[in-house]
């Protein structure tokens, strides 16, 4: 069941894509175009839109009475619905990447105040602690936005707003966010997910962190067959209600977002979430093994195939990646295919070129193709469909480093467009991933990252002295370990030349 579509690409026609506008690849070999690949739920961020973009997939919402989301959070139709939030269809996907959606269900995970704002302590404004009624919300670069900026987080401009949130829970009861926005301040409409600690059903009550739920048993509503009863043995649970004072006065309770992972009276199953157990090898061999994530236990086969040259030793704690396959049980996943959904490449810049005969683009010599699983949008903001990607645009790009025949590229998850960027320099770039070759000789012509080779000589390396800062890249280059560079650099009449050099640690930490 390979998916031919992962090595498709968005055909830009006349040098342009138009933001909202994504193009359905055919499949090639295989089952051909129209085969049923598989029938059950597909559980994602939304990329997309013109149908809904869901793991790859774009899902056909016409059969859905005035295409209905099933929601209590508001999102009642599919255009309430944004990039980025994650959204549980139910329905059809086959071979050519085009599916047919029957349900659309989605959840917020959280929704109410912040309380604390905290930049990524390295300094290196790779991510954003956000907490919102207690709960440690992990807000980076491809998380989408709207109604703030991730620079405006950043600066911790935004204490004290109102977020909706959806996030995938991690290993430690933390989150991981898809989509945040602002909203209006409402404390007698929140919603808390979280772990569960301190039950007291003589008093009615249980902790979340540090917020008090009170509950009337009479009155509130338990949801997914959860009783008074189970209260004490759940690990986390989501509660809905008013806020004062660090009380929650609860209306309903509810398993977590797990349940958006249950299985239905289908077999198959495409989620993206993050690992929350890492791979474990069962007997002496490599394979068969098995991970967890959103709850469930993914077993891997021999036949599993491992997409975005993923190892078995990648998937640790806290990857996201997305997983295709069918149940086993309740709670056991046979996957059939795994693929990367964490970003491990980055390039900010202009656009130069656009070849619309092979659909890559290219920004500061690095070629990006985008792929149905590609979410675009402006800092910020919506995504608009009168705003173009033409060459001169400045864009940021988060994605997965790859290769084929032609070379090295990234396939992008994330395009966003910077509405500033006017009278920037377009011969200036940044870009982040791992380093392919460096010179062992600090006098000859430099190093290549991302399939961009580009001069060092005139470099500043991070650290106290320049010479003892590329030894130790080097070193660590030549004795075989991964080492991820952070470089500043220019596009000159002699070529591309690094202006400042920093190494990245290889973690999400």
Same mark, same amino acid.
């Given at each position: 069941?390979?998916?031919?579509?992962?090595?498709?690409?968005?055909?830009?026609?006349?040098?342009?894509?138009?933001?909202?506008?994504?193009?359905?690849?055919?499949?090639?070999?295989?089952?051909?175009?129209?085969?049923?690949?598989?029938?059950?739920?597909?559980?994602?961020?939304?990329?997309?839109?013109?149908?809904?973009?869901?793991?790859?997939?774009?899902?056909?919402?016409?059969?859905?009475?005035?295409?209905?989301?099933?929601?209590?959070?508001?999102?009642?139709?599919?255009?309430?619905?944004?990039?980025?939030?994650?959204?549980?269809?139910?329905?059809?996907?086959?071979?050519?990447?085009?599916?047919?959606?029957?349900?659309?269900?989605?959840?917020?995970?959280?929704?109410?105040?912040?309380?604390?704002?905290?930049?990524?302590?390295?300094?290196?404004?790779?991510?954003?602690?956000?907490?919102?009624?207690?709960?440690?919300?992990?807000?980076?670069?491809?998380?989408?936005?709207?109604?703030?900026?991730?620079?405006?987080?950043?600066?911790?401009?935004?204490?004290?707003?109102?977020?909706?949130?959806?996030?995938?829970?991690?290993?430690?009861?933390?989150?991981?966010?898809?989509?945040?926005?602002?909203?209006?301040?409402?404390?007698?409409?929140?919603?808390?997910?979280?772990?569960?600690?301190?039950?007291?059903?003589?008093?009615?009550?249980?902790?979340?962190?540090?917020?008090?739920?009170?509950?009337?048993?009479?009155?509130?509503?338990?949801? &997914? %067959? !959860?009783?008074?009863? =189970? /209260?004490?043995?759940?690990?986390?649970?989501? @509660? #809905? $209600?008013?806020?004062?004072?660090?009380?929650?006065?609860?209306?309903?309770?509810?398993?977590?977002?797990?349940?958006?992972?249950?299985?239905?009276?289908?077999?198959?199953?495409?989620?993206?979430?993050?690992?929350?157990?890492?791979?474990?090898?069962?007997?002496?061999?490599?394979?068969?093994?098995?991970?967890?994530?959103?709850?469930?236990?993914?077993?891997?086969?021999?036949?599993?195939?491992?997409? &975005? %040259? !993923?190892?078995?030793? =990648? /998937?640790?704690?806290?990857?996201?990646?997305? @997983? #295709? $396959?069918?149940?086993?049980?309740?709670?056991?996943?046979?996957?059939?295919?795994?693929?990367?959904?964490?970003?491990?490449?980055?390039?900010?810049?202009?656009?130069?070129?656009?070849?619309?005969?092979?659909?890559?683009?290219?920004?500061?010599?690095?070629?990006?193709?985008?792929?149905?699983?590609?979410?675009?949008?402006?800092?910020?903001?919506?995504?608009?469909?009168?705003?173009?990607?033409?060459?001169?645009?400045?864009?940021?790009?988060?994605?997965?480093?790859?290769?084929?025949?032609?070379?090295?590229?990234?396939?992008?998850?994330?395009?966003?467009?910077?509405?500033?960027?006017?009278?920037?320099?377009?011969?200036?770039?940044?870009?982040?991933?791992?380093?392919?070759?460096?010179?062992?000789?600090?006098?000859?012509?430099?190093?290549?990252?991302?399939?961009?080779?580009?001069?060092?000589?005139?470099?500043?390396?991070?650290?106290?002295?320049?010479?003892?800062?590329?030894?130790?890249?080097?070193?660590?280059?030549?004795?075989?370990?991964?080492?991820?560079?952070?470089?500043?650099?220019?596009?000159?009449?002699?070529?591309?030349?690094?202006?400042?050099?920093?190494?990245?640690?290889?973690?999400?930490?």
């Amino acid at each position: 069941m390979k998916r031919q579509l992962r090595n498709c690409v968005f055909w830009l026609a006349a040098g342009t894509v138009a933001f909202g506008i994504i193009s359905a690849c055919g499949g090639s070999g295989g089952g051909g175009l129209g085969v049923a690949r598989g029938t059950g739920f597909s559980v994602g961020p939304v990329s997309g839109f013109g149908s809904v973009f869901v793991n790859g997939v774009e899902f056909s919402t016409e059969g859905i009475p005035n295409r209905i989301v099933e929601s209590n959070d508001g999102i009642t139709t599919e255009g309430a619905l944004s990039e980025g939030m994650i959204l549980r269809v139910q329905g059809e996907w086959r071979e050519d990447g085009q599916g047919t959606a029957e349900k659309l269900g989605y959840d917020d995970t959280l929704r109410g105040p912040i309380n604390l704002l905290e930049s990524d302590p390295s300094g290196a404004g790779e991510f954003v602690a956000v907490t919102v009624m207690g709960q440690k919300v992990r807000v980076d670069r491809q998380t989408i936005i709207r109604g703030t900026t991730f620079t405006s987080l950043l600066g911790g401009a935004d204490a004290g707003e109102h977020l909706r949130v959806s996030a995938w829970r991690q290993a430690d009861g933390s989150y991981r966010a898809g989509y945040i926005a602002t909203i209006s301040p409402d404390l007698s409409d929140v919603e808390l997910e979280g772990s569960v600690t301190e039950v007291s059903e003589d008093l009615n009550q249980f902790a979340i962190g540090t917020i008090t739920v009170e509950y009337d048993e009479d009155n509130v509503v338990f949801g &997914s %067959g !959860l009783t008074e009863a =189970d /209260l004490s043995s759940a690990k986390a649970l989501e @509660v #809905e $209600g008013s806020l004062a004072d660090g009380v929650l006065t609860a209306i309903s309770i509810d398993r977590d977002d797990s349940r958006r992972f249950a299985r239905d009276n289908s077999g198959d199953i495409e989620l993206t979430a993050a690992i929350e157990a890492p791979y474990a090898a069962l007997g002496s061999g490599d394979r068969p093994g098995e991970f967890t994530m959103g709850g469930l236990t993914i077993r891997v086969t021999t036949a599993t195939e491992l997409e &975005s %040259g !993923l190892a078995l030793s =990648d /998937l640790t704690t806290d990857l996201l990646v997305q @997983v #295709e $396959g069918n149940f086993l049980s309740n709670t056991v996943v046979e996957a059939e295919e795994i693929s990367l959904r964490e970003a491990n490449a980055r390039v900010k810049g202009a656009i130069g070129t656009i070849d619309s005969a092979t659909g890559p683009l290219e920004v500061g010599g690095v070629t990006v193709r985008m792929t149905p699983l590609t979410t675009l949008v402006r800092d910020g903001d919506s995504a608009q469909a009168s705003v173009a990607l033409v060459s001169g645009t400045r864009v940021e790009i988060e994605g997965v480093e790859k290769s084929d025949a032609s070379g090295v590229y990234i396939e992008a998850l994330k395009v966003e467009v910077d509405n500033d960027a006017g009278g920037d320099d377009v011969n200036k770039f940044e870009l982040e991933g791992r380093l392919q070759f460096i010179s062992q000789n600090p006098a000859a012509n430099g190093l290549s990252i991302l399939g961009l080779t580009m001069s060092d000589l005139g470099a500043e390396y991070d650290g106290e002295d320049k010479n003892t800062a590329r030894e130790a890249i080097v070193s660590a280059f030549y004795a075989s370990e991964t080492v991820i560079l952070e470089v500043e650099y220019s596009n000159t009449p002699s070529g591309f030349v690094a202006d400042e050099i920093e190494r990245e640690e290889d973690d999400n930490d």
